[in-house]
């Protein structure tokens, strides 16, 4: 094993992908701001932005907004309510904003207990739907499709059901070789920092419902639109002109970033799973889960499932120390919805374990390179020996 190499080999990772595709931004945002025409409604790249993401998904809509926080809250604003309470079904594991913008537009969220691959199947959903129950928001987690996607949309559209997509962290993801985000009533993506689109805030809805998309586009601040009748006033949701700006070039170069990033996800999933600690690897064919291949996964990501909570946090530890982007679900993450404030707890206890998850970022990274980067994450993997022996 090459110490050397490990140590120099971070300083030539790229793992804020939105540096490669930094030309064409800021030639598109230089003509943005040369015009003047920094409004959504004055310029052009919004509504450039927003065509792009609806043929991406073959939506017949989008809308692009402030943040991908801004952009579910506007869709539960929009959506038709009831006079009883209602409940909406969310995951386990998802951004805190998601509970958030379920009980600001008066409903009640109700949690979903996550699997093996992060999500919720149909087993954990059904038990909780009732007739309050009116949505159920499914997140896509980690790049990578949630599995039981399509079973979820067919028992829920059987059931009168709203699905609302959570593709915050799925841009690239696919389906049956289509992108997420096709499944349900609409779907939510983000461009925070860390996403594949990343332009440090923003987000978009997708959807097909004419009526719909105009009532996001007036109450979420189109002016030239009249409010629907059962709306309760406008707000401001818009995305900037510089911030569409920023995201054109990124989504048009998201399919190469994929494959930029596919040969070394492969290799190292191949390379955990020979590594004794790990129990699972993602992207990989999960028991009844044949949609985590990687070839579905948009290629940021590889995850492993290790023995204990201990060894978990300690390869976190080890990987912050190393300068390896990862995240690990551990005490306090507000991924998890034990973390989340003033959120009910109507909700089934959870089937596994979080804090023995962790995953890694793939970096864009020369070939040549890869077997450092490879030795360096398998050394931080290893069980200390008291370890090996409570595994």
């Known amino acids: 094993m090459d110490t050397v190499a490990q140590t120099h080999v971070l300083d030539e990772t790229v793992y804020q992908y939105s540096t490669l595709t930094a030309?064409?931004?800021?030639?598109?945002?230089?003509?943005?701001?040369?015009?003047?025409?920094?409004?959504?409604i004055a310029g052009d790249h919004v509504r450039e932005f927003e065509q792009q993401v609806a043929g991406h998904l073959s939506r017949q809509g989008a809308i692009a907004t402030s943040s991908a926080s801004a952009a579910l809250e506007l869709l539960l604003r929009c959506l038709p309510q009831r006079e009883v309470a209602e409940r909406v079904v969310i995951p386990e594991v998802c951004w805190i904003s998601?509970?958030?913008?379920?009980?600001?537009s008066g409903r009640t969220p109700v949690i979903a207990p996550a699997t093996g691959d992060l999500t919720p199947h149909w087993e954990q959903i059904e038990p909780l739907l009732d007739e309050g129950t009116t949505a159920v928001i499914l997140a896509h987690m980690r790049g990578r499709p949630a599995p039981d996607t399509h079973r979820i949309a067919d028992e829920l559209a059987q059931r009168g059901v709203t699905l609302i997509e959570?593709?915050?962290?799925?841009?690239?993801?696919?389906?049956d070789k289509q992108p997420v985000g096709r499944h349900g009533l609409a779907a939510v993506f983000s461009t925070e920092t860390h996403k594949l689109v990343a332009t440090g805030e923003g987000g978009v809805i997708a959807a097909d419902d004419s009526q719909l998309l105009h009532a996001m586009r007036a109450v979420g601040g189109n002016t030239r639109l009249a409010l629907p009748e059962n709306a309760h006033g406008r707000g401001n949701d818009r995305m900037s002109e510089i911030t569409a700006a920023s995201a054109l070039p990124q989504l048009s170069h998201l399919d190469d970033l994929r494959q930029m990033l596919r040969p070394l996800q492969e290799e190292l999933v191949n390379r955990l799973q020979n590594v004794p600690a790990a129990r699972s690897v993602l992207p990989t064919l999960l028991g009844a889960s044949p949609n985590l291949g990687a070839d579905a996964s948009n290629g940021s990501l590889v995850g492993v499932w290790l023995p204990t909570s201990r060894h978990a946090s300690r390869v976190a530890d080890q990987l912050f120390r190393s300068g390896v982007r990862h995240w690990w679900?551990?005490?306090?993450?507000?991924?998890?919805?034990?973390?989340?404030p003033s959120t009910p707890t109507a909700a089934t206890g959870g089937a596994v374990d979080l804090a023995c998850y962790l995953d890694i970022q793939v970096p864009v990274l020369d070939e040549p390179r890869h077997p450092a980067f490879l030795d360096l994450i398998t050394s931080a993997l290893r069980l200390d020996e008291d370890e090996s022996e409570t595994a």
């Not at 959570?166 to 389906?175: R, Y």
């Open 23 to 40: 030309v064409d931004q800021l030639e598109r945002i230089t003509k943005v701001v040369s015009s003047g025409a920094l409004g959504a």
């Open 98 to 104: 998601v509970p958030t913008a379920v009980i600001r």
């Open 166 to 175: 959570d593709c915050a962290q799925a841009w690239g993801a696919t389906l």
């Open 329 to 340: 679900p551990g005490p306090g993450d507000p991924h998890l919805a034990e973390n989340w």
